[in-house]
């Protein structure tokens, strides 16, 4: 018996196919030699790669799609496919050799950034290995053609592999790294295919096949063969569409959005509305800072399918770990504890003044129902500063994220300032249990279902009850059906997810009663470990 982290709930058995892995680094030699005719083989070598991945984004639909596409314009990146030529010429190199180099300083300066920027380090080199392996004529990595329904097992899986995986035939995917929030965990839940990351010694295992069960996160290597069945998923096709208990406690069931393409997939899901507006999303490439008429136009995009509804649009969440160009952010030998989200905010009080006159003007052209949140606020005195300043610009509701241990500690008091409170558990993980949310080697402690990370949302519960406010989760927690009736359980008053969980939540949280989550919370609450934790509710939701 082997366990990782369970990231998307179901079970599944079945015969296991191991997914090729790179090849690793090309030699540095022999010299080209004609480098002009060597450096001229790169950007027709990316071309390929890049028409190749825009013609499976055609097949695929939603955030599969979308990031097939993202991943394909890394691939024909103008200054990735220059730098590498201009290695071939400077340095002698092969040009396989050249564009593994040019793509190993790109992922190295999106490592340094940290965060949302250090998340694309994996498609980078996805894009590295699938080009390197054109320039040398040899077979891409990543999942091959598959003649049965299979489990999945891979060191990891690139973005683009998962993005491309069929439902029909991927019974579950099992990796050694990875973690809750990494591209493999998103789009497996999206899809709705089983999958447990951090994995630890399922290669060197070599089984023939497995049993996986994505809610508990066990791998069980059979003894004896077993006939293969495909996932048993949460049910979704009797959500009425409104997020409720059993016995009707109210739970709204909202989506998180980058952009209006995540709004219409939104709507299309069922969404109630949007707990997250990630409103920088819209400026990473932007090298000046986007006018006033400018914002709005690109709020109401993303508020108007939602005329009528609830929106919470996050102010930019931006700094260190998302640098925008036009803030001029200063080089930080610790980008995850630096100037980001609101200190940002304070720093630049005129940028966020705007931005702030940008969402009244979307909010009064779309009809709909907005909010604002500021990201990363520690202390009470950030969240009052805060709230002030966006009810001076005419916003009635104004929250905060806590994302940081120091605000779940003076919850009570934070609800005296603000309208409402939003939990970013992806954050609130990393900083409680000090484990970088992109390195597999700790993402058994980035858990969301670590007990100590639950007491501290427990506490932001009662918090939210005393206060007789609204507490929600944005977090890839909510994503999780068992996860979300812990929540509903600890206080949590609304759910926001991508959109493939929305039904799937939504169905969950109808199955049972609100005293159930409340049991299921206390059981969670004192569990020892994310395992013990996770094994306990999931036995008592099935």
């Keep these: 018996m082997l366990s990782g982290v369970g990231v998307s709930p179901g079970r599944a058995a079945g015969p296991v196919i191991i997914v090729a892995q790179p090849s690793g680094e090309p030699p540095a030699g ?13 950007a027709p070598a990316a071309d390929r790669v890049a028409a190749d991945l825009n013609a499976r984004a055609q097949a695929a639909t939603g955030e599969a799609r979308q990031l097939l596409e993202t991943t394909a314009m890394m ?32 992922a190295d300066a999106l490592r340094a950034a940290g965060g949302y920027m250090a998340e694309r380090v994996r498609d980078i080199e996805d894009v590295r290995d699938r080009v390197v392996a ?17 489990v999945l097992v891979a060191q990891d899986l690139a973005p ?33 295919i089983p999958a447990v990351v951090a994995v630890r010694g399922v290669l060197a295992a070599k089984p023939a096949q497995l049993i996986v069960d994505g809610s508990t996160g066990a791998v069980e290597v059979p003894t004896e063969p077993v006939t293969p069945f495909a996932a048993e998923a949460v049910a979704t096709e009797d959500w009425n569409g ?31 509305g949007v707990g997250l507006f990630r409103t920088e999303f819209s400026y990473l490439d932007a090298t000046d800072e ?14 108007a399918p939602f005329h009528g509804k609830p929106i919470i649009v996050r102010t930019l969440d931006a700094g260190a770990d998302k640098p925008l160009a036009f803030l001029a952010p200063d080089p930080e030998p610790n980008p995850a504890l630096g100037v980001r989200g609101i200190r940002v905010s304070r720093e630049r009080v005129d940028v966020l003044d705007r931005q702030l006159a940008a969402i009244v003007g979307a909010a009064a052209e779309t009809g709909a129902e907005v909010s604002v949140m500021a990201p990363m606020v520690a202390t009470v005195e950030e969240a009052a500063w805060f709230a002030d300043r966006a009810h001076a610009a005419g916003i009635e509701r104004a929250g905060v994220m806590i994302e940081v241990p120091a605000a779940a500690l003076v919850a009570d008091e934070i609800f005296g300032a603000v309208e409402f409170v939003s939990i970013g558990t992806n954050d609130l993980a990393q900083y409680t249990l000090a484990a970088d949310r992109q390195l597999g080697a700790v993402a058994t402690l980035n858990d969301p279902w670590q007990p100590a ?25 909510a994503a999780d ?43 969670a609450l004192v569990s020892h470990t994310p395992t013990d934790a996770r094994a306990t509710v999931h036995a008592m939701l099935s």
Excluded: W
């Design 30 to 42: 022999p010299p080209p030699t004609d480098t002009a005719a060597e450096a001229d083989l790169i």
């Design 75 to 106: 691939a024909a990146d103008p200054t990735l496919v220059t730098q590498a030529a201009q290695l071939v010429t400077t340095k002698q190199l092969p040009a396989a050799r050249a564009f593994y180099e040019a793509a190993a300083g790109f």
């Design 134 to 150: 054109d320039l040398l004529g040899v077979s891409a990595p990543g999942v091959p053609d598959l003649s049965e329904p299979s």
């Design 160 to 192: 683009a592999d998962t993005a491309g995986l069929d439902p029909a035939k991927v019974l579950a995917l099992v990796t050694e790294e990875g973690g809750p929030t990494s591209h493999t965990a998103i789009l497996a839940r999206a899809l709705g």
């Design 242 to 272: 409104t997020g409720a208990t059993a016995d009707g406690l109210r739970i709204k069931v909202l989506a998180n959005v980058g952009s209006a393409k995540d709004a219409k997939a939104a709507v299309a899901a069922g969404a109630e």
């Design 290 to 303: 986007p006018t006033v008429a400018e914002q709005q136009a690109a709020y109401a995009a993303v508020l």
């Design 453 to 477: 990370l639950l007491r501290l949302i427990g506490m932001i519960g009662k918090a939210g009850i005393a206060a007789g406010k609204p507490v929600g989760v944005c977090g890839e927690a």
């Design 481 to 523: 059906p068992n996860l979300a009736g812990v929540l509903v359980g600890l206080g949590i008053t609304s759910l926001s997810m991508n959109a493939g969980a929305i039904r799937r939540v939504g169905a969950a949280l109808a199955k049972h009663t609100e005293d159930t989550y409340r049991q299921v919370a206390r059981a």
